[in-house]
Structures are given as structure tokens and as C-alpha cells.
């Protein structure tokens, strides 16, 4: 069974006010259909303000979608009670989120950020609680030195050990990290980028990865999801990317980020990000996509593709070995 389905999930935010212009619709989420099965790694890539974050808030029930169904172990969550909803997802699914500064609580020692997940739900004695903050403390690599320390104290990579802390305490099966690097230095990301690499495989934990960066993704991940305007444009195998990636967006992703095992051809994407208020006709990426044509306009692409690689492109890329073969491609 797979451990966590989102079927046709869309968000839609409504702005502004009803009385003086009326309200606008942001279309954060549209119609994103994903599985997750426990144990493996699944990264989601994609520019700013292209959806992931809110696809993450969804994942770990913050955010409840406009239409569409989340499925946690084949119960539909949002149609359980909220006490039910709490007990079973809220403990089983950890976030890591992108600025660790702002996700800890900065008046409180480091000790009662890590445990309190454990007050909330109420888990063992007292003793069990502190024993067990100990025990993460040591897990992510925290001397106990800091344990009275508060945040504005710490590190910014020591900040996000304990962010990682916490969300490890109630021992969930699923962890969903927003960015988690981002905002700290070359050197600590890698600390971090190989810490959750660690914890994934010493806990068997089922993860998703979020990142602007492609590289990073494709190394955390064993499966890929490129979005755009809030769609899934492209999910692939990380094996696939780059050299058989199909869709434009997620080659242009790739060639915008330097590898000195991938060397690709930078693709130029002209022109700015549409509005999520009103998403163009048709493909949403063919304002931006260097082999768009008029058939692009027309109606959203078909859903394309096999063995677990599937994109939405009505005029997808070549695969490199068909390229190199001169073998042609639907």
C-alpha cells in the first residue's frame, strides 16, 4: 500500500477584497496527483512560487486542499476527525522547513523545542521524554552543551540540526523538508544535505525533498518531480535526468545548473513567469518554452510516458542516446 497519494489536489487562494475590486484567484495547486511509498526518496524542483511549498504544506496536512483527495495509508485525511487526524497523521509526518530562524520558537532553550512534540502527544513519562531529546541531540550531531541554548544562540546549521530534531521526536515514517538548505552556507549545506542522507537510510524514512536545485534534488532523490505554475510538468526516475528528460522545463532546469559530470547546452528561457492569478491557455509553460508552437495553446497536454516517467509536453525532448543513435521518438 502506498504510504501517502494526493489525487487531482488543487489549492486555490482567494485575494483582495470582495467589497472594493473584487477578489482575485491565485492557483497555487492544480490537479497534482502524486504517490509516495515508504522507504523511498521522492525531490520536487522547480522556480519560486511554483507550487512546492504549497505542495509540502499539503503533504503534512497544513495546508487542506480546494479539491482533490489526500490519501495517508488509504484513509482519506481530510475526512477523518480532526482529533483522529492529529493522533495518527500529525505524529507519523515530520516537516523540516526553509528558514530555521523563523521555524524555531527563538524564547525557548533547545531541549523544550526538541521535546515538544513529545508533550504535545502526550509520549512516555517525563524521564522517557528527556531521555529520548538526549538521544536526537546525539542522533543529529548536537553537542549537550547546547541543550540550554536558544536559537539566536546557535549556528544556522546548528539551528536546523534541532529543526531536524524535532521533527524526528515522534520517530514518523514519512519527513518532508521545504528547502531546508537554502538559506545556510556551502560548507554546513552539505553537513545537512549528508546528515538527512543518514538518517534517511539508518531510520528507513520515506522523504520529500524539496529544492530550486536540480543537482541537489537528483542526488537526494530516487524519483523526480519538476513543477511549474503550480503543475506537475515532468516525473521521472532521478536515474532519467538529464538524459532523458522529456519536457523542456526540465532540461532548461538542468542546463541552468553547472555539472561537471552533466555538461548540458544552456537553454534560454525568454520572458517572465505568468501570473498564478491567470495562468496562460493550454500548456502554461508555451510563453516561456523555446519550442512551443500554435498546437500548444489549445488545450493542456496529455498525460505521456511509461514505467514510472511521465510528462505533459505535446513536443517533449529527444532522449540523449535516441539523439546520438538518430532513433526517433513520439
Not at 11 to 16: E, L, N, S, T, W
Request: charged share 25%.
Amino acid at each position: 500500500m502506498n504510504l501517502l497519494e494526493l489525487d487531482g489536489v488543487h489549492v486555490v487562494h482567494r485575494i483582495g477584497s470582495a467589497k472594493l475590486f473584487g477578489r482575485a484567484e491565485v492557483f497555487a495547486l492544480t490537479d497534482a496527483s502524486l504517490v509516495v511509498d515508504p522507504g523511498e526518496t521522492v525531490g520536487v524542483v522547480g522556480e519560486s512560487g511554483c507550487g512546492k511549498s504549497t505542495l509540502a504544506k499539503v503533504m503534512v496536512g497544513l495546508q487542506k486542499p480546494t479539491r482533490g483527495t489526500v490519501r495517508y495509508h488509504g484513509d482519506s485525511l481530510w475526512e477523518l476527525p480532526a482529533a483522529q487526524r492529529a493522533r495518527m497523521f500529525g505524529r507519523d509526518v515530520g516537516m523540516v522547513f526553509q528558514d530555521s530562524s523563523t521555524a524555531l520558537n527563538r524564547r525557548l532553550a533547545v531541549h523544550r523545542i526538541i521535546r515538544d512534540p513529545l508533550d504535545v502527544h502526550d509520549e512516555g513519562t517525563a524521564a522517557e521524554r528527556d531521555e529520548r531529546v538526549r538521544e536526537l541531540m546525539s542522533l543529529v550531531g548536537l553537542p549537550r552543551s547546547v541543550a540550554d541554548a536558544v536559537p539566536g544562540q546557535l549556528s544556522g546549521g546548528q539551528r536546523q540540526r534541532v529543526a531536524i530534531a524535532r521533527a524526528l521526536a515522534l520517530r514518523p515514517s514519512l519527513l518532508v523538508a521545504d528547502e531546508p538548505t537554502s538559506a545556510l552556507d556551502v560548507s554546513v549545506r552539505a553537513q545537512i544535505l549528508n546528515l538527512l542522507l543518514d538518517l534517511r537510510d539508518a531510520l528507513g524514512l520515506a522523504m520529500v525533498f524539496v529544492s530550486h536545485d536540480i543537482q541537489t534534488v537528483r542526488k537526494m532523490s530516487d524519483r523526480i518531480v519538476t513543477m511549474y505554475l503550480g503543475r506537475i510538468a515532468e516525473e521521472a526516475p532521478a536515474a532519467d535526468i538529464p538524459d532523458r528528460a522529456r519536457h523542456p522545463y526540465t532540461r532548461a532546469l538542468f542546463s541552468a545548473t553547472p555539472s561537471l559530470l552533466h555538461v548540458a547546452e544552456p537553454i534560454v528561457l525568454s520572458g517572465p513567469v505568468p501570473s498564478a492569478t491567470a495562468p496562460p491557455s493550454g500548456c502554461n509553460f508555451r510563453t516561456r518554452c523555446p519550442k512551443a508552437a500554435a498546437d500548444c495553446a489549445t488545450g493542456l497536454p496529455p498525460l505521456e510516458g511509461e514505467n514510472g516517467h511521465t510528462y505533459r509536453c505535446l513536443h517533449p525532448e529527444v532522449p540523449e542516446g535516441a539523439r546520438k543513435t538518430g532513433v526517433s521518438t513520439p
